[in-house]
Structure formats: C-alpha cells, structure tokens
C-alpha cells in the first residue's frame, strides 16, 4: 500500500500546556534535557521528516537518542520498546521530552510501528516472552535476536524508531538491515534511526541529520564527521593510535 503522506509528518512543540499528558516540571531551557541544543532547537523550529529513513548522527551525548525517544514515546511506544501494541515499563528512565512535543500525523496511515531502544532490549524479550512464550530470544545471540526482530516486526508499513540497532550487529547483518530499511520505504514505511553506523547512514535517498553542539543540520553522507574520521582511520590507523598509545 502507498500512502499518500509518511506516517509522521512533523514534529513540535506541544502549544496546549501538556494538560492531557501530565507535562510538568522544568521549563524547556532551564534543566536537561531541554539545555542540549538538538533538544532546544527541535522545541523552537520543530522538525519535519521526510518520507522513508531518517538517521541522526552524533557523538555520545549530542542528544539524538534523546530525541529519538522523546518522539518514539509521543508517537505512543512504550518507553523500553517494542510494537505499537506493546505497553510495559520495568525501570522508568526516560526525560518527560516526549510530554513537550507533538506529533502531526500522515493523513491515511495507519498506526503500527516498533520502537527498538538498545538498552532495553533485554526487558523487552522477557515481555514477548510472556506475551508470545516460545520466541526464544533470550536463547539467540545478540545479533540474531536483533535479525529475528526485523525479520517478525519490520515487514509492513508503519514508523520505526530504531536506537543504535547497528550495536548488535556484524558488517554482514548490517547489509542486511539495509536491505530490510530500504522494503520498508519501499512499502511506504519511515523509519527514524540513530546511528555510529556510517554503513546505515549510506543508504541511498535516505535524509541525514547531523546533531551536535550547533544543534541539528541536515548533511550529505560524504560530508559527515564520521564518515571523515571513519575513512581516515581505515586509511591509516596509526594517525590516530600515536596520539592514544604510548
């Protein structure tokens, strides 16, 4: 099916006060997360995305998985993970970002989806093993654990949130997920992703946002930090290991 709009279409700021979902607390700007210049400028432009996949690029602590889990949890997912239709929480660690923004959906679309939040995948076994017994997850290797997700939950058009999946994965599977993001967008799915991965952030057609102390840009592949640095180190890693190794 093709959608005539991707499944989310923009994100805000939330103009109503929050009082239908509890928003309280800091105002954006005077605590964490909401001091991070990504967060603050996702609140002050907001942030349309494109149709298909999105990969936000940055170095650890820049804030793109912060921001990936405040919209995966205004979208509606559970704060570990999983479907649309999963809703548990084992150890609350999320900011209340999610509380601050709005979603503005694709008209038509339907309302499915998988949040995968790295971190949490552990828990999120345990749920689909209550909820479904005999998946054997915990049994499988992180990475085959991570291929038997996409191959049972990517497989139909919705919007997948998808925090750092290249963590479990080796060069091979990598490929692989490639293949499985780019049926997705081909079904008329979206997907936002962050990523280290200069292997996802490849993929062809896909938008690319750089995230960092300027806050977000939207880049070409060629032209980000990690690709750069990636290419140099492979090129000749001792330029790099003499200033690390004495």
Not at 211 to 231: F, N, P, S
């Amino acid at each position: 099916m093709d959608f005539k709009q991707p499944p989310v279409v923009r994100i805000s700021r939330d103009t109503t006060g929050g009082a239908e979902n509890g928003s309280a607390g800091a105002e954006p700007g005077s605590a964490y997360p909401f001091s991070i210049p990504a967060v603050a400028q996702l609140l002050a432009e907001g942030l349309t995305l494109d149709p298909g996949m999105t990969f936000l690029v940055g170095e650890n602590g820049s804030g793109k998985s912060t921001i990936l889990e405040g919209i995966a949890l205004a979208f509606g997912f559970a704060p570990e993970g999983g479907s649309i239709h999963s809703q548990h929480s084992t150890w609350p660690s999320e900011s209340d970002l999610y509380t601050r923004l709005y979603i503005q959906r694709g008209i038509g679309t339907k309302r499915w989806g998988f949040f995968l939040r790295s971190e949490t995948t552990h828990s999120l076994y345990t749920y689909l093993e209550e909820v479904s017994p005999g998946t054997g997850l915990h049994q499988m290797s992180h990475g085959e654990s991570y291929l038997e997700l996409f191959s049972d939950y990517f497989s139909r058009p919705g919007f997948y949130c998808m925090d750092e999946p290249e963590a479990a994965l080796s060069f091979g599977s990598t490929l692989r997920l490639l293949r499985i993001l780019d049926q997705i967008r081909s079904a008329g799915g979206q997907a936002l992703i962050a990523t280290h991965s200069p292997i996802l952030a490849s993929l062809p057609g896909a938008t690319v946002i750089e995230v960092g102390d300027w806050g977000m840009r939207q880049v070409q592949w060629r032209d980000l930090e990690l690709v750069d640095h990636w290419c140099r180190y492979l090129q000749a890693p001792e330029r790099y290991l003499r200033h690390l190794l004495d």
